[in-house]
T-cell receptor, first 110, second 116 residues
Framework: RKEVEQDPGPFNVPEGATVAFNCTYS??????FFWYRQDCRKEPKLLMS???SGNEDGRFTAQLNRASQYISLLIRDSKLSDSATYLC???????????FGTGTRLTIIP | GAGVSQSPRYKVAKRGQDVALRCDPI?????LFWYQQALGQGPEFLTY????????KSGLPSDRFFAERPEGSVSTLKIQRTQQEDSAVYLC??????????????FGAGTRLSVL
């Protein structure tokens, strides 16, 4: 079983719609959680960190459920520029390395 | 301000050839990481440095892979006797490496290695 699991998609969503991704992680000792965005043939870039209380950044909302070991990302009022691969990322206690999911590919359709 | 810089951006190697990939981290960043990203997959950890010390090399797939950061700044990932399965994008990342802090990793654009 992979340490971080995501639905690879693709998700094809009309512009303006709301889309949600989930991700599960296997290590209950994981301490830090992130969503990174990766455009085609580009490097991953941090979209947002995920906090236990949930956090929002404009149209993006991230939630963490430690009991169920899953992380979610909600994108409201989707834009064409949101088309990318979204990577769920976990960091374990006492270890700086990041563990990535396979990524979920999102395409926003005009 | 300069981000993480990697060179070359693209490398084509013949099977059996040795290659060296360079990473120049963000100035002042203590921690440096190498990841390997195969097509359609997320990045996978290879190795990690804190200054010049290689603290974790558990992700290196074989003894053909070697990384160094001799002066605690620029790092080189060397792959000896390349094989076709080594074809991937090699990503370098750096972070401040603050003890107990939330250390965000910033990635370079990567080196796309194709082994023929």
């Amino acid at each position: 079983r992979k340490e971080v699991e995501q639905d690879p998609g693709p998700f094809n969503v009309p512009e303006g719609a709301t889309v949600a991704f989930n991700c599960t992680y296997s290590n209950s000792a994981s301490q830090s959680f992130f969503w990174y965005r990766q455009d085609c043939r580009k490097e991953p870039k941090l979209l947002m960190s995920v906090y236990s209380s949930g956090n929002e950044d404009g149209r993006f909302t991230a939630q963490l459920n430690r009991a169920s070991q899953y992380i979610s990302l909600l994108i409201r009022d989707s834009k064409l520029s949101d088309s990318a691969t979204y990577l769920c990322v976990v960091n374990d206690v006492g270890n700086e390395k990041l563990t990535f999911g396979t990524g979920t590919r999102l395409t926003i359709i005009p | 301000g300069a981000g993480v810089s990697q060179s070359p951006r693209y490398k084509v190697a013949k099977r059996g050839q040795d290659v060296a990939l360079r990473c120049d981290p963000i100035s002042g960043h203590v921690s440096l990481f190498w990841y390997q990203q195969a097509l359609g997959q997320g990045p996978e950890f290879l190795t990690y440095f804190q200054n010049e010390a290689q603290l974790d090399k558990s992700g290196l797939p074989s003894d053909r892979f070697f990384a160094e950061r001799p002066e605690g700044s620029v790092s080189t990932l060397k792959i000896q006797r390349t094989q076709q399965e080594d074809s991937a994008v090699y990503l370098c990342a750096s972070s401040l490496g603050l003890a107990g802090g939330l250390n965000i990793q910033y990635f370079g654009a990567g080196t796309r290695l194709s082994v023929l």
